[in-house]
């Protein structure tokens, strides 16, 4: 201990003249000392640098921050080294210090009351105020720190014998020689022994060495060679706080770094940036809240925004919102009479949902402006309003605003269409159950029937006159009747079942060279028909039909030729020379189309394989072509190379019929799904019009052939409909279809209405066969 | 080989996003995202195919174009919801600590436009950007006032808070001010809903909606903060609007207020406007307030300030409204923006129309004339209406608020007294009004002053209608008011009109009609001859099945014409049938030669009509499927339109018919 204070010494005495300049200013700051009181500045440095050495710290170069940082402890130091002089100068009652450690020498309190400074005078004669020495106290839990008052070290006493003194305190001050007792005082001594009295001297102080009661009992134990400290036991039982396993390693070896020790310098500075920033304003406290509460109510700034305006494209995407419709008469508060609402329409209003209303109020009358109440719906108008302007999509509508009619194309005027048949002329009776077909004779004179009775009847076509009648069938309905095309000729085609019966009826126009002529044609070919038999069919081969004569009773009513098929014959088409005729029975498979010879009385069946059930079958009008209706499709095929040319597809589930123009180019479909189909077959394979003005399936077209440009339907709905349709010479123009008319007056019969319909030759009339049984002539 | 197109990448597909992605991209919260579509003014699209454009199995509903999204992107309000996002969680956070006092502390320094009514952000930004122009501003003002308007007329709840009511109360009146002092006020509408308003500022029609000054009822479904975020944007937009529409006449904006005029419920009287330059000044406040100040009715103060405000009509009319600064250098050769009045020099030209504001001037319709509402009429509209009008002296009952140029009914200076009371028929004797000390004189029930004139309050909305002063007895208290049209309806030919008299409109048939079924009804009351009828009915049996089996697909109107007839029909018979049940000899119409002919008329009429229905139906069927869909939509609300218009023609038939019979 004794090296040590006297090496400190040393340097404190070294540093002393420089650390009074370094150090002053500082201190000056916080203490207003004067330069002349070197004593204490002295003392503070010397404490520093102790707590600096103990620390283990190296040099002084930030002396002055830490100086800053130490100012605070100034003022107790200052009352420790009073504390410590009194130590030295007075009291024996005080007990030494260094006797027992851990306990704290009692400070004695202040009684100069709050003043912690004296005032002298100075060498100039001026005030001078001298504080207190300042006590560092010094928390360390360093127990060797304990200061010997007396500094002189390890050395014999017996050297101070000739001084007053016995040492040095810490200070440099001399420990004055306590004054030995005179021989009163070691008697009285000696009589009243003080408690705790030893008879021994300490010899560092000087003092009588007192011995209290614990130490005296400490002692004795020492003596006794017992444990020191009673209380302590030092071989208590052992606890196992955690577990008996003893760990190989312990958890961190590494030692506590020093950081732990060391006030950070980073906190500092961070604190440091804030309390510049408080400084200097950059950061504010908070308002008080009325300051707030003012800035609240303060105006909103408003200000010529549209100073600078440019007025901008308008996007053309942007669509703006529509305004609101201006109200109308009838949301007056008083409006005419007439727009408030009669009882029947109220309940009615009142009975729809709020939703489904046509307008959201009903128009009411006031009779004064008094009486108007509030109207309730307004906040939630407004609301909807608002939705709609945020929510609602916008979309851009052209409205046409144009007179519908200016749609409509121009059509020609039904007078300008005409002549077309409007009225029935005739209705034409006798036939017993449905008349199945009708035709009018290439002259223009006579009617021909076939019906559900099997008998055929050729009618006068203007009175309505039957002029002729056969039956040649009592089970079998007549399905067709055709008459040969011809104007040399008077011949009528019938097909009843599976007969197709080729007869002449008798008629007022006909001359005898005429029905001479038509017999003739139809027994002209009997030589061939045998030879062309047994040609066409090989033995063993049943022939594909058979041309016979039917027997004397029909051959007396004019019936020629009965040509028998497989199945029951359907459809009966005429070529327009007169020489071929084509026959279709739906149920034939492969024999469904047979093309039959008159001249020859030869049968031919084109088609080895169909597909499709046959329908119609038809000779086109100029051209050696040949179209079969399947059930789906048209197919039309070439008669001299044997082959198909093009497939007509109508789109229709089910064609009833076809007809081809006389042109050639364009052809009209029926079919039983209510449809009428024109086709341009130029243009394409596709239909270039459907008509769907039939409730009810189509059973029969026909395009006049005449000349005139129409063309009619016939349907199950009882009513033919009557067609402008007119094909252009040039190519490149569209074909013009107007309907023109709808005639009605057959009766629909179990569903069945008009079963077929023909034209007139030349006139605008034509003829139709319904299922009541019935055939009129319109015109 | 080309390129393989990837479905998705172009096109609709990428042109729309769904909301949902809309609000992901944005990183929003759904309320934030419709507050900024609400603000910036963007709104969903319907694409064209939506099929197209959703990528997901399920049908989005609410597509946004992706450039719209893009361009909210950029926003700095974007900002502002996530700083507001932030310290929400902050709050939340320091309330999950349990640090009341912090989150209390954050949240007075939150942005809270619901609570105080003022937002911490501006859409000053915004409103530049969404009206380039202020005429831009101007043609989207419509739902801007209403909704500001019915605003003001709120009752103060959680949801709308006090201030917002007030700061919209007081932009509306400011707004008003405007119109009052430009006279650009040009119609008005008393409606069941509300009063409509129009303006005319600078050639953009304004029409908006102002609710009766009821305690409005909030029902049902309404969502306030939608509501509010509408509103918040309308008083930004309000307010530079009338900022601008001040400047423009010179005067200052803000104007005055008088805190204490207002809770007085001075209403209009509260602000005080003052021009920018003091020249402009005194002109302005003589406009405004000038005239109430005074409340004695002092004869000879009255006088002068009579000669005054004929001074300074005699100003604006010789200078223009804008043209102010100029107003002490009135020379004759100064230009006017005023239309010129065309006068034709020499007779044959054709007469062009021309605006008829430089003749007449109706912004001072009622600028001669002193008013005073009694107390159960509306103060607010009426005295907006008139001074906006030109009205410069309007006293009214103290009870209806601050403000009035007088409160004394029996001032001598009043002309028009504007009243909406029964006329009591009864109780000659003062005692009857006892209860009646409201007023501050005592007025018998039937009392009247003398040289004053007496009217409803719909006086001045049809004199404001029709920019002329129409004769009060029509309008007398007491009286059966006119009907009060709305000013907002153009005629459109064919449309039914209630001004103009029943023949002038119905078509040729109605007419027929309503003569027959007159005749008809004059010989059911004298009585005739049997067959000569029974023949014609016979007749016209006939004809009607023939008409049954010649047609069957005919026009639904058309049906109905022939069911009024057959009811008619069926009706006489029932007459007979009745008659000669009773035994009597059967009372029955003769048909005189009058009825025949309108008959015939008919018949040939419908014969017409039905060629035209057939010619229609031929023409219709050659039209293409689509264009035929087009025509029936057409048809079909033309058909509505004139269906409703034959319903109302026929309504004023039987009123009328009615009246006649009365009188």
Redesign the interface.
Known sequence: MGPKATEKKRKVQDAEPESDDEIAPDFDGALSQSEDEFDSDFDDNEHEQDGEQESGSEASDDEDEEGSLLSDDIPSDAEGDKAMGKLVLEDEEEELEIEIPGVDPKRPEKDDGDKNYRIEKDANGNERYVYDEIDPVYDSDDSDAQEAPNTIGNIPMSFYDSYPHIGYDINGKKIMRPATGDALDALLDSIEVPKGWTGLTDIHTGNPLNLNDDELELVRRVQMGMIPNELENPYPETVEYFTGIEEKMPLSAAPEPKRRFLPSKNEAKKIMKLVRAIREGRILPYKPPEEREKEEEEEEQYFDIWQDEVPQEVNPLHIPAPKLPPPGFDMSYNPPAEYLPTKEEREEWEKLDPEEREKEYLPQKYDSLRKVPGYGEIVKERFERCMDLYLAPRVRKNRLNIDPNSLLPKLPSPSELKPFPTVAQTVFRGHDGRVRSVAIDPTGVAVASGGDDGTVRVWELLTGRQVWSVKLSSEEAVNTVRWRPAKDSFILSAAVGEDVYLMVPTHASVTPALDQASRDILSAGFGYATNGQQHGAAPGKEPPAKWARPGAKLEDEGVLIRITVRSTVKVINWHRKGDHFATVSPSGQRSSVAIHTLSKHLTQIPFRKLSGLAQTASFHPLRPLFFVATQRTIRCYDLQKLELVKVVQPGAKWISSFDIHPGGDNLIVGSYDKRLLWHDLDLSIRPYKTMRFHSEAVRQVKYHRGGLPLFADASDDGTLQIFHGKVPNDQLENPTIVPVKVLKGHKVVNKLGVLDMDWHPREPWCVSAGADGTIRLWM | MPKIKKKGQAGAAKNYITRTQAVKKLQLSLPDF?KL??WKGI????PRNKKKVSKSATAST??Y?T?DIQYLLHEPLLQKFRDQKVLEKKISRALGRGDVSDAA?FE??AARPEA?G?PRY?L?HV??ER????ND?L??L??CL??LF?FAN?PSTSAVPAKMIARCERLCLEFQHYLIVSHSLRKS??????I?Y?ANIQGEDI?W?V??K???????D??FR??GT?VEFYM?LL??V???LY?SIGLK??PKFDQLKDENGAELGAFSLEGVNMATQGETKAVTNGEEQQQGPDPKVQAEVDKIIKQLKEDESKSDETAEEDAEADDEEKPTDSIDKFEPVAPGGDVLPQPAYSSSDPSQLFANFTFYLSR???RQPLEFILRAFGCKRIGWDSVLGEGAFTNDESDPSITHHII???VVQAATNEDGDGEDNQTAQKVGPNQRYPGRIYV???WVWDCVNDEELKSPELYAPGA??P????P??KAAPGQYD?TLPLEAQQTEAEAIEADLEDAEKGNAEDGSDVENDMDVDEAEDDEEEEEG??EDAEEAEEEDAEEDEEESKTLQRQLELEAELQGKKVQNTKVDSKTKAKLEQRKALEKKAREEAE??E??????SKK?RK??EQ??YT?NKKSAQDEK??A??RK?EKEKAQKA
């Open positions: 419709r579509c609400i709104y969903p699209r319907e609410t597509f174009y450039k502390r007075r320094h105080t003022k501006t000053n409103i530049r009206y380039p122009t202020f501003a043609r989207d419509d739902d209403s909704m019915l709120l509408f008393l409606s069941i809903k509300g409509y129009q029409l909606l609710p009766y009821f305690n409005q009822r909030i029902v049902g309404v969502d939608i509501m509408f930004t307010g530079f009338n900022y601008r400047s904006y803000p159960e009429t509306p909406d009371r029964p409803q309050p719909q059966a008011l009907p009060h049209l709305s907002f309806v209630p089996d010649e010619d229609l031929r023409a219709k069927g050659m039209l264009k087009l025509f057409m048809q033309n109302l023609r309504k004023r009123l």
